[in-house]
T-cell receptor, first 113, second 112 residues
Framework: DAGVIQSPRHEVTEMGQEVTLRCKPI?????LFWYRQTMMRGLELLIY????????DSGMPEDRFSAKMPNASFSTLKIQPSEPRDSAVYFC???????????FGEGSRLTVL | DAKTTQPPSMDCAEGRAANLPCNHS???????VYWYRQIHSQGPQYIIH???NNETNEMASLIITEDRKSSTLILPHATLRDTAVYYC?????????????FGQGTRLTINP
């Protein structure tokens, strides 16, 4: 299996621009998680989906952030407009059922200038 | 959500056993303890999990106290490649889906 695939791996953008991060979970997995990691705050859970339905988005920092999962094989995390404080590594992870064994992608490193 | 407390950093000599403690005194009876590690800037990697019995796999052993208020992850023969940040997590199930919240973890350094 190819594992969790995230794109882009690196993105540099200017403040105010829209950013879209993409994630393809492992085939057959039914739960998907978006995390953000910074030096100051560590790994933060932003939102997670179960069977394509958002379960808990309480970790989404503000209305500028939105996430969708239109089908079982694709999810997006969008930031509009982006700000410098959004600079971080964004990880996507997936799992099947309640095993708790999350498989993480390699992350998308976002830099907002 | 049950919170965990871990020492911020630890050192261990190569070849020795690395014992990483975790306190989760507010854990509920049906909540599992999970351990992950993150090597440099890679995504976290699952290591092991348990409920109340001790567990062992090819990577590590997990010892959970009888009252379940704390646990210890043991890497029996640490190598330089085990240098990483280790996270202890209490898994919560919400609306049939699980939620794993990472804390600050323990930065383990294996010294030659």
């Amino acid at each position: 299996d190819a594992g969790v695939i995230q794109s882009p791996r690196h993105e540099v953008t200017e403040m105010g621009q829209e950013v879209t991060l993409r994630c393809k979970p492992i085939s057959g997995h039914n739960s998907l998680f978006w995390y953000r990691q910074t030096m100051m705050r560590g790994l933060e859970l932003l939102i997670y989906f179960n069977n394509n339905v958002p379960i808990d988005d309480s970790g989404m920092p503000e209305d500028r952030f939105s996430a969708k999962m239109p089908n079982a094989s694709f999810s997006t995390l969008k930031i509009q407009p982006s700000e410098p404080r959004d600079s971080a590594v964004y990880f996507c992870a997936s799992t099947l059922g309640r095993t708790g064994e999350l498989f993480f992608g390699e992350g998308s490193r976002l830099t907002v200038l | 959500d049950a919170k965990t407390t871990q020492p911020p950093s630890m050192d261990c000599a190569e070849g020795r056993a690395a014992n990483l403690p975790c306190n989760h005194s507010t854990i509920s009876g049906n909540e599992y303890v999970y351990w992950y590690r993150q090597i440099h800037s890679q995504g976290p990697q699952y290591i092991i999990h348990g409920l109340k019995n001790n567990e062992t796999n090819e990577m590590a052993s997990l010892i959970i106290t009888e009252d379940r208020k704390s646990s210890t992850l043991i890497l029996p023969h640490a190598t330089l490649r085990d240098t990483a940040v280790y996270y202890c997590i209490v898994r919560v199930v919400v609306q049939g889906a699980q939620k794993l919240v990472f804390g600050q973890g323990t930065r383990l350094t294996i010294n030659p």
